[in-house]
Each structure stands twice: as structure tokens, then as C-alpha cells.
């Protein structure tokens, strides 16, 4: 079969490779459509290697046909059409994924599409979870494909969505909710939010940003809230005033998916089909699609990525 391999320095190559075998409690899924992650390109810059034992090719979630099944699965069976939510691997014609990290196409939903929603869809679920009805979420990045599911997610939920992005992508973001929407090239999002909320802040951020924002997210984070880092777009080292989070009683957490135990990836589909699906197949949750590329020209949809111009998704067809 085809897939994209990473040829170094910092380019991707679709060629020919082995092709995959179901092990034990996984199942093959010919891929229809893979989507494209910030991780997937820095794994092409060197800069975010595989987990230990993954597939070296990048591709973190993707969906098709179920087409082969392996020992110990019985909730599957082929022909059945799924997502997926992969360790690596996706940008490739077939793949073998564990059948726990397996998720239905949602109703009403093309093949094509749903590949556009396992990772963003766990990654949210698994850091906001449950979202009170009455509290205010703030979402940076939200032009990307985590910050329009995120936004959605949000709104379904009864939140305030607070939104931080590019000019040109405000009105797409008002569109699916945001009830703020901040340009983080000109305004300061920590006057704007607290303007906007009487000075409460906000109850949980979700930061693709990292260091570069903590010291500001400390200061718009309402007393009693939680910060979310997910990524480390604006560096990885920062210096906390710990006395400040103490007299908010806020709390912060730093999480990755990719690098997670099946075990652990397999409770996270679990939640996300029982609490996140069911505003899928109700349409309060839609897939965001910016571009769709033929898989063999992988590397231009990481150019458009790395652009920032996109707005949700960039999927590449197999």
C-alpha cells in the first residue's frame, strides 16, 4: 500500500510501504480521508517524534471501511464505516487501529467528514469535559481545527464562548457561537474578556499557546478556574506566580494525547461517544472543513497549515 513518509529535513513522500495487520483487539480501516493536526507537522520539522511503537508516518486520526478484524473484537465488523483516533499513521491508505479508539460516522455525516472530528473531538473532551451551563469558556487559537470544535462544543453546552483568533476568521466564528471574539494581533484579551464578563474572567481556558500566555491567562482566570495547556505554540518555559493562582484557588493542567496507553484513549472515546456524539448526530456539532487535498500532496496542506490562514480542518483524501 501507499503512505506519506517523513523524509528529512522537511519534506513528505508518498511511497509505498507494508502493509498493516490487525493484532489482537484492533481492526483495518481502508482510509477514506485523514485530517491534518499541528503535531503531524511538527513530527515533518523534527520537533515531535512518534510515540515508542506507533507507525512513523504521521496521520493522528482518519476514517473509512473497516476491512479486516482482529482477534478478540466483537463490536465490529467489516463494512462497518468509522472514525478514528490514531497514535499515527493515518495519512495512508489503510491502517490498523485499536477497536476501542473507534468511533461511529455520525448521523447525517459523510465518510469524508467525519475524519475532520476524532482528534478534536477527544482532545477537547478529555481537558474541558463537562461544561457548566453558566460558566465562561475562553478558547485560544479558535480559527484552528480544536478552537471551531471547541467553540460549538461550548455553545451546545450553554457556556459563554470567548474566542481569541484573526481578524478575518470573526465572523465564521460568530457564526458557530462565539459570543466573543478577540483579535489577539491588536486587543488584550485579559481586558477584553473581564470587559465583557463584569470582571469575572474566565471559568476554563483552553491554551494552545503555552508560556507566552500563562502569565496573562493567570490574570483573566476566574476565582475558582481552570486552566487547560494543550500546545506549545508560544514556548514551553515560563515563570508562574503561584501566590496569585492560590487567591483565585485556580488550578492548571498540561496534557497530551498521542502518547497516551490504548487503555487511557479508549476511556476518552468512551466519553466522547456518550457525551460529545449525541450533539454530533443532533447537529449542534459540525465539522469545520477549510481544504481538501489529494493525500500525495500532503506537504501543501501542512504549508497552509503552518500559513495560520486556515479556518478548521484541512483533509487529505486517500
Known amino acids: 500500500m501507499h503512505a506519506i513518509v517523513v523524509e528529512p529535513p522537511d519534506g513528505l513522500v508518498w511511497t509505498t510501504v507494508d502493509e498493516p495487520v490487525a493484532g489482537d483487539g484492533e481492526v483495518i480501516v481502508d482510509v477514506t480521508a485523514a485530517a491534518v493536526n499541528r503535531a503531524d507537522v511538527m513530527q515533518r520539522q523534527g520537533k515531535y517524534p512518534p510515540p515508542a511503537g506507533s507507525l512513523p508516518y504521521p496521520g493522528l486520526e482518519c476514517s473509512g471501511v473497516i476491512s479486516a478484524i482482529g482477534r478478540g473484537v466483537g463490536d465490529h465488523s467489516v463494512g462497518e464505516r468509522v472514525c478514528a483516533l490514531l497514535a499515527g499513521g493515518g495519512y495512508a491508505e489503510r491502517v490498523a487501529v485499536p477497536a476501542g479508539q473507534l468511533l461511529p460516522i455520525p448521523r ?32 485560544h487559537g479558535g480559527g484552528g481545527g480544536i478552537g471551531t470544535f471547541a467553540v460549538q462544543y461550548g455553545k451546545a453546552l450553554g457556556a459563554t464562548v470567548v474566542v481569541t483568533a484573526r481578524a478575518a476568521k470573526h465572523d465564521a466564528l460568530r457564526r458557530l457561537g462565539a459570543d466573543l471574539v478577540i483579535d489577539y494581533t491588536s486587543d488584550d484579551f485579559v481586558a477584553a474578556t473581564k470587559e465583557f464578563t463584569g470582571g469575572r474572567g474566565a471559568d476554563v481556558i483552553l491554551d494552545i499557546i503555552g508560556a507566552k500566555y500563562l502569565e496573562r491567562n493567570l490574570d483573566v482566570l476566574a476565582t475558582g478556574g481552570r486552566l487547560a495547556v494543550i500546545g506549545l505554540q508560544g514556548g514551553r518555559t515560563a515563570e508562574i506566580d503561584l501566590n496569585k493562582l492560590m487567591r483565585k484557588r485556580g488550578s492548571i493542567s498540561a496534557t497530551t494525547l498521542r502518547a497516551r496507553p490504548v487503555a487511557d484513549k479508549s476511556k476518552i472515546v468512551a ?7 449525541p450533539l454530533v448526530d443532533a447537529g449542534e456539532i459540525k465539522p469545520v472543513i477549510d481544504t481538501t487535498m489529494p493525500m500525495s500532496e500532503a506537504i501543501e496542506a501542512h504549508r497552509r497549515m503552518e500559513a495560520s490562514d486556515h479556518l478548521g480542518k484541512i483533509l487529505l483524501l486517500a
Do not use: I
Request: charged content about 20%.
Open 108 to 139: 447525517g455525516m459523510s465518510v469524508q467528514e467525519a475524519a475532520a472530528l476524532p482528534e478534536v473531538a477527544c482532545t477537547v473532551f478529555s481537558n474541558v469535559g463537562r461544561l457548566r451551563r453558566d460558566s465562561v469558556f475562553l478558547v
Open 271 to 277: 466519553g466522547v461517544r456518550e457525551t460529545v456524539w
